[in-house]
């Protein structure tokens, strides 16, 4: 994913550029630039590739005395990874980087050609600076120019843009897209992505809202949200890099389910065009030659597999298994070249998915991964990956990975629908809505984190959790019960309801404690009859659903939706903050719980 980083005052501005663009590497990126405003003279260099190669270009430059910066990684999504394309994009007197896509640009850009405008890039960032400098032109005020050119953009963005009719000053705008502003004593400004480039140098930081933009230079900060001026909310940054990392939550586990919200939203970005999924990595497959998928994964990525062989079945019409790869590679499976293997990992690095990955390779199939880290030996290894840009994760302890896997397979699964043609228009574009809400169903509702701390103190002893769920909900409760005995150390099995009656219901008496995932739109009276079956047996019930269940010793109320990726999603977030309250009641180490490793390259 993009990433920003801006100065204003009168230090080395290169140094931090460069630096803050390092902080900011985990995002992902193929190309690099920093532009430099100073004494009314701009100087930027651009390079495709590693920061490397833009710290080689930049190194005889230095630029001492008070000016502006701005610098980038990009991320590619419109146009390749090039020198051309990579940011900031420039007209005749202004600069700009942008994070996000701006949906309207193709429209923009037809008018700014039929102005006469020549456009040297791919990007769709590239329309931004003709713009303003179209208003400039005009007459326009610079503010006024920038308002406007804000105003013609429909998309998501977090824009910073320099120019020589306003040497001073950084104009930034905020939308869908982390854009943070900075400042300290000494007068100087930053600007990031994140918080990480302005630790040690802001002493506070104002987290801007969606539809904001403004102007800023060492004389003033003018914000608006909208067309109203509004005051921005400056707070402290801690100056210590693994508190401010944490935003000011307990654990990275806490602060990464925070963020589930936003981190979807950028697996999703670019990849919903006109109403229809759009997977540009999977261009060159032919789905129609495809008669089944296999999937392999470990761990939490396993059951985001399981996950998507619901999906993938019922709404792409393609027989999907799933295995455990340390099991598949010593079963001496049988492998078909009609068959697409796909492989899961967050890491991209783990042994066995690896190991499985090239026998498939070796056996003539295609294969594909859906995994976080680019250029991991899973990427490298796969014909194609599809990744999921979940940005870094340091809690051992899955949580928006697992979210961002789930939501990219989903994506997959209506792609292939799509090409496959297997849904009617009503049911695809459901499926469209439903997608498009699942960064509001990700929000954290603090009222349930806040029951789910009073309850997690009656769950810390017994002789067993058991989660159960039908269909999608089964992996959901295999999911839910590794996060719990990974954090907490308490032994927890995530079962099919159905199954219970099939052995694991003799366990049942008041110290099992069963987790009842119960979602209204798929099998509710099924699941309620297995619960209803266990509750018979005194196990204590917590469940989980948006429909009352007077059996249950404990409650947690979801949302009513009328789509069950949306109750799956909200669910997950309630099984993932339980594990959490209940791992920081027995005191443990929530992030690095013992025996586990974040990335297992053995076997
Ligand atoms: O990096 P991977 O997704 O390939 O890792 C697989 C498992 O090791 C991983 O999901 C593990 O189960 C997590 N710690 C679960 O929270």
Same mark, same amino acid.
């Given at each position: ?42 100087? $930027? ?27 980038? +990684? ?83 963005? *977090?824009?910073?843009? @320099? ?7 950084? #104009? #930034? ?77 307990? #654990? #990275?586990?806490?602060?990464? @389910? ?34 089944? @998928? ?10 985001? *597999?399981?996950?998507?062989? $619901? ?7 393609? /027989? ?8 598949? /590679?010593?079963? =001496? ?5 009609? +068959? ?26 295609? +294969? ?17 990956? @599809? ?5 870094? !994760? ?52 603090? /009222? ?32 839910? *019960?590794?996060?719990?005995? =990974? ?5 927890? =099995? ?30 509710? !009276? ?48 309630? +099984? ?28």
């Amino acid at each position: 994913m993009c990433g920003i980083v801006g100065y204003i005052g009168k230090k080395e501005k290169k140094t931090f550029l460069l630096n803050g663009l390092k902080e900011l590497e985990y995002r992902g990126y193929d190309s690099a630039g920093i532009a430099v405003l100073h004494q009314n003279e701009i100087n $930027y260099f651009k390079a495709a590739g590693k920061l490397e190669n833009l710290v080689n270009k930049t190194k005889d430059f230095s630029s001492n005395g008070f000016g502006l910066g701005i610098a980038h +990684t990009r991320w590619a999504t419109h146009g390749k990874p090039t020198e051309i394309n990579a940011h900031p994009h420039w007209g005749a007197f202004s600069l700009v980087i942008h994070n996000g896509i701006i949906e309207n640009y193709m429209e923009i850009k037809k008018e700014l050609q039929e102005d006469g405008v020549e456009f040297v890039s791919q990007t769709d960032t590239e329309i931004i600076v003709h713009l303003f400098e179209k208003f400039i032109a005009l007459d326009f005020e610079p503010h006024v120019a920038f308002e406007k050119t804000i105003q013609s953009l429909h998309g998501a963005y *977090a824009i910073l843009l @320099i120019s020589k009719v306003a040497p001073d000053t950084i #104009f #930034f705008a905020k939308n869908a897209v982390p854009l943070i502003l900075g400042r300290n004593s000494e007068s100087e400004l930053f600007f990031g992505s994140s918080d990480a480039p302005l630790i040690g140098f802001a002493q506070e930081v104002s987290y801007l809202e969606d539809g904001t933009y403004g102007w800023a230079s060492e004389k003033e900060i003018a914000l608006f949200h909208h067309d109203e001026k509004i005051k921005p909310n400056f707070k402290p940054l801690n100056s210590s890099k693994i508190y401010a990392q944490k935003d000011g939550y307990r #654990f #990275f586990m806490e602060k990464e @389910i925070y963020e589930q919200s936003s981190v979807v939203s950028e697996t999703l970005m670019g990849r919903i065009k006109d109403d229809v999924v759009f997977l540009e990595e999977l261009k060159d497959y032919d789905f129609n030659t495809i008669d089944e @998928i296999k999937i392999c994964a470990c761990g939490t990525s396993y059951h985001a *597999a399981l996950t998507a062989s $619901y999906l993938i079945e019922r709404l792409a019409k393609i /027989r999907c298994s799933v295995e455990i790869a340390s099991e598949f /590679r010593y079963k =001496e499976p049988l492998l078909d070249t009609k +068959t697409l293997f796909l492989v899961i990992s967050q890491s991209g690095e783990t042994a066995d998915t690896l190991e499985a990955l090239k026998m498939a390779k070796k056996a003539g199939l295609k +294969t594909l991964s859906v995994c976080n880290v680019d250029n991991s030996s899973i990427v490298r290894v796969s014909d194609a990956t @599809i990744l999921t840009r979940a940005g870094i !994760e340091k809690g051992v302890a899955s949580t928006k990975a697992f979210a961002t896997q789930v939501l990219t397979l989903w994506l997959l699964a209506l792609y292939v629908a799509k090409a496959k043609n297997t849904l009617e228009e009503a049911h695809y574009e459901a499926e469209i809505k439903a997608l498009r809400a699942i960064p509001t169903v990700l929000k954290v509702d603090e /009222r349930v984190h806040e029951k789910l701390h009073r309850l997690s103190k009656r769950y810390l002893h017994g002789h067993g959790f058991f989660f159960i769920g039908r269909d999608i909900f089964f992996p959901l409760a295999l999911e839910g *019960a590794l996060k719990l005995k =990974e954090i907490s150390y308490l032994h927890a =099995e995530g079962y099919p309801s159905g199954e219970m009656k099939h052995g694991p219901i003799a366990l049942a008496d008041s110290n099992l404690f069963t987790i009842a995932l119960m979602p209204r739109t798929l099998l509710y !009276e099924k699941t309620k009859s297995n619960v209803e079956e266990l509750s018979a047996r005194d196990a204590t019930i917590l469940a989980i659903s948006p429909q009352e269940f007077e059996l249950a010793d404990d409650f947690i109320k979801t949302k009513v939706y009328t789509h069950p990726m949306c109750e799956f999603f909200e669910m997950m977030v309630i +099984t993932q903050l339980l594990a959490l309250e209940v791992s920081i009641r027995l005191g443990n180490d929530v992030d690095m719980p013992r025996n586990l490793a974040k990335s297992v390259t053995v076997e």
